[in-house]
C-alpha cells in the first residue's frame, strides 16, 4: 500500500493508541489538541464567515478540549462565541482541563442552550471516546439543531457517531462538515455514519507517520493504491487468450440478460475471450443479442465437465438470472474441483442457504480464487450468525465472512467493503447513488470476473472492480442504466 495518510483508516481505539505513542515519544500532547482546535476553528471560519454566533458545543473528554480550543481561536478574532458543556467542566482532566483553563469565555450547561437563527454550531460534544448511547440532554439538542436547521461543524466525529462502525447511538448530529485528525475513522465512510458528516477533512496534527503505520489495521479507503500494481500492464502485442478466457454462465430462456451485463461488462474489463454458457432453451435468445462475445451451449453437468477440458476456460460468473437450486451448487462444485476462479453472485450465492459450508469447503485447499459479491439479504444467508451480530461493523463481518470462505468478500451497499482472507479490508467511498439500479450488480461480477480472467489475484480484482464500477457510474451520470454504465467501463491500462 502507498504511503500517505490519505487512504488510511484507523478505528478510533488505533487512533488512540497512536495518541499514546505520541506521548510516550516525547510529543507534547496539548500540542496536538491545540493543533486539532486551531483546524477546526479555521475550517469554520473558512466555511461560515457570515455567521452572527458560533455555539461551541464541549464534551466532557478531549473532544470537549478541542473544542474549548476552538472556542477560544474564534473568540480572538473577535468573533461572537457562545460556550455551553455537557458535564461538570471542574471534572475536566489533562489536556481538556488545560484547555479549558485558557479559554476566556465562561459556559453555561448545555440544557440551557436555545439555537437560534443566524448560529452556526461546532459540536465537540463526544469524538473517539463516544462509549454508548448518547445521553437525553444531548439527543435533545441534537434534535433541537436539527429542526432549527442550523449547519454544524463536528469535531473528529458528529457527536452520536460511533468511528468503528458508523452506527447512530440513540441520536446524532448531521454535520455540514467533519473536521478529523491524522487518518479518517470507519464511522466516517460506513453508512449511516457518512451520511451525517457531511464533507470531511483529514488534518494533520503532526504525529509522526510511522507511528500511524506502526498501529494499522490493513484497513484502507478502496482506489488504486491499493491494487494498482496488480492489474494486468497494456501489451498491445498480447493475444487475446493471453487476457484471458471469462465464461459467464446464462439463465433459462427468460432469463439470460443478467448473463449477458456481466459477459459484456468482463470484455469492456479487459478479458480477451468472453463466452456466456447457455442452457440450450436459451440459446436463441442468447445468439440474438450477442456480437463479441462467444455464446456456447452448456447445459448439464457433462457439458461442463467437457467445457473444461479446455483449460484456458479458466475464469467464471455464476449467478446472475441463474437461478437458486441443485445446478447451481453442482456447477460451482465442479468447478471448484476443477481448480477454476469463480465470481459468485446473486442466485448462485442464495443457492448455498441452507448448506454454506459445502461453498467454504470446495473452495478451502488453496489460495483464493473465489469472489463472494453478497448484498445485506445473501450475506445473511451465507452467514447468519456474523450478519445477526450487533457488535460487529460491517468491516468485521466481511473479513470473517472472507477468512471462513477462504474468498474475496465484496460485502455490497453504498459503502461496499472488500475484505480477503488474510484480514486486509477496503472501504469503498465511490459510488454514487445512480448505481443502485437493476442490473448494477451483474455488471459488478463482470467486471470482477474480467479482472481476474487477466490474472488478477481474488483480493485486488474485487477491489478493483468495485471501484471500476463506482468509476463508471460517476461518468455514466444520474440517468445511468446498467447498459450506458458499461459503455463507461475504463481499462485500467
Ligand atoms: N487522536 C488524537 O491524536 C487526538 C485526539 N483528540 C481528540 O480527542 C478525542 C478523543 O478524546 P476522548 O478519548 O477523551 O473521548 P471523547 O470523545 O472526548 O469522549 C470521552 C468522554 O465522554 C464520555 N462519554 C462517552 N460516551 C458517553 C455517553 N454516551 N454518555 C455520556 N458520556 C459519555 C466519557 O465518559 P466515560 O465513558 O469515561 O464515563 C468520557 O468522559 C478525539 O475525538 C479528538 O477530538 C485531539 O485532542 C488531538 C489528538
Ligand atoms: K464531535
Not at 20 to 46: F, H, N, P, T, W
Not at 351 to 361: I, K, M, N
Amino acid at each position: 500500500m502507498a504511503r500517505g495518510h490519505c487512504n488510511w483508516l484507523l478505528t478510533p481505539s488505533a487512533m488512540g493508541e497512536v495518541d499514546a505513542a505520541a506521548a510516550a515519544s516525547g510529543i507534547d500532547s496539548y500540542g496536538l489538541m491545540e493543533k486539532a482546535g486551531q483546524a477546526v476553528a479555521a475550517a469554520v471560519l473558512r466555511l461560515f464567515p457570515g455567521a452572527e454566533r458560533f455555539v461551541v458545543l464541549c464534551g466532557p473528554g478531549n473532544n470537549g478540549g478541542d473544542g474549548y480550543v476552538a472556542a477560544r481561536a474564534l473568540h480572538e478574532t473577535g468573533a461572537p462565541v457562545a460556550l455551553f458543556h455537557f458535564g461538570d467542566p471542574a471534572t475536566l482532566k489533562g489536556d481538556a482541563a488545560t484547555a479549558r483553563s485558557r479559554c476566556p469565555i465562561e459556559g453555561a450547561p448545555l440544557d440551557t442552550c436555545r439555537p437560534a437563527p443566524g448560529d452556526v454550531i461546532v459540536d465537540a460534544i463526544f469524538g473517539a471516546g463516544l462509549a454508548r448511547a448518547v445521553p437525553p440532554a444531548v439527543a435533545d439538542i441534537v434534535q433541537r439543531v436539527d429542526e432549527a436547521g442550523l449547519p454544524v461543524v463536528a469535531v473528529d466525529l458528529p457527536s452520536g457517531i460511533d468511528g468503528r462502525t458508523g452506527v447512530v447511538m440513540g441520536a446524532a448530529f448531521r454535520a455540514r462538515h467533519t473536521v478529523t485528525f491524522m487518518t479518517r475513522k470507519p464511522g466516517h465512510l460506513l453508512l449511516p455514519g457518512r451520511m451525517h458528516c457531511g464533507s470531511v477533512e483529514t488534518f494533520d496534527i503532526g504525529i509522526p507517520f510511522r507511528l500511524v503505520e506502526a498501529k494499522g489495521e490493513r484497513l484502507f479507503v478502496n482506489g488504486p493504491e491499493a491494487w494498482d500494481a496488480a492489474m494486468p500492464q497494456t501489451d498491445a502485442a498480447a493475444h487475446k487468450f493471453r487476457r484471458g478466457h471469462l465464461t459467464v454462465f446464462s439463465g433459462g430462456a427468460a432469463a439470460t440478460g443478467a448473463a449477458r451485463l456481466a459477459a459484456a461488462a468482463g470484455l469492456r474489463a479487459g478479458a480477451g475471450v468472453v463466452t456466456v454458457a447457455s442452457p440450450k432453451e436459451a440459446v436463441a435468445a442468447n445468439a440474438a443479442h450477442l456480437t463479441a462475445v462467444m455464446l456456447k451451449a452448456v447445459e448439464t453437468e457433462s457439458d461442463l465437465a467437457d467445457y473444461l477440458h479446455d483449460e484456458r476456460r479458466s475464469v467464471f460468473v455464476l449467478g446472475p438470472g441463474f437461478g437458486v437450486g441443485a445446478k447451481a451448487r453442482a456447477f460451482v462444485t465442479a468447478l471448484a474441483a476443477a481448480g477454476r476462479r469463480l465470481v459468485l453472485d446473486a442466485d448462485g450465492i442464495t443457492a448455498f442457504a441452507e448448506d454454506p459450508q459445502a461453498l467454504f469447503s470446495a473452495f478451502a485447499d488453496s489460495v483464493p480464487r473465489l469472489v463472494l459479491t453478497p448484498h445485506e439479504g445473501e450475506f445473511a444467508r451465507l452467514f447468519p450468525d456474523l450478519a445477526a451480530d450487533p457488535a460487529l461493523s460491517k468491516v468485521d463481518r466481511a473479513r470473517q465472512a472472507a477468512a471462513r470462505a477462504n474468498a474475496a468478500v465484496i460485502y455490497k451497499g453504498a459503502d461496499s467493503v472488500i475484505a480477503a482472507p488474510d484480514g486486509r479490508a477496503l472501504i469503498n467511498g465511490n459510488a454514487p447513488p445512480s448505481l443502485a439500479t437493476a442490473g448494477s450488480g451483474d455488471v459488478l461480477a463482470g467486471i470482477v470476473g474480467g479482472l481476474l480472467a487477466q490474472g488478477v489475484p481474488a483480493f485486488e480484482a474485487a477491489a478493483a472492480g468495485v471501484w471500476l464500477h463506482g468509476d463508471a457510474a460517476q461518468r455514466a451520470g444520474a440517468g445511468l442504466t446498467a447498459e450506458t454504465l458499461i459503455n463507461h467501463i475504463d481499462r485500467w491500462h
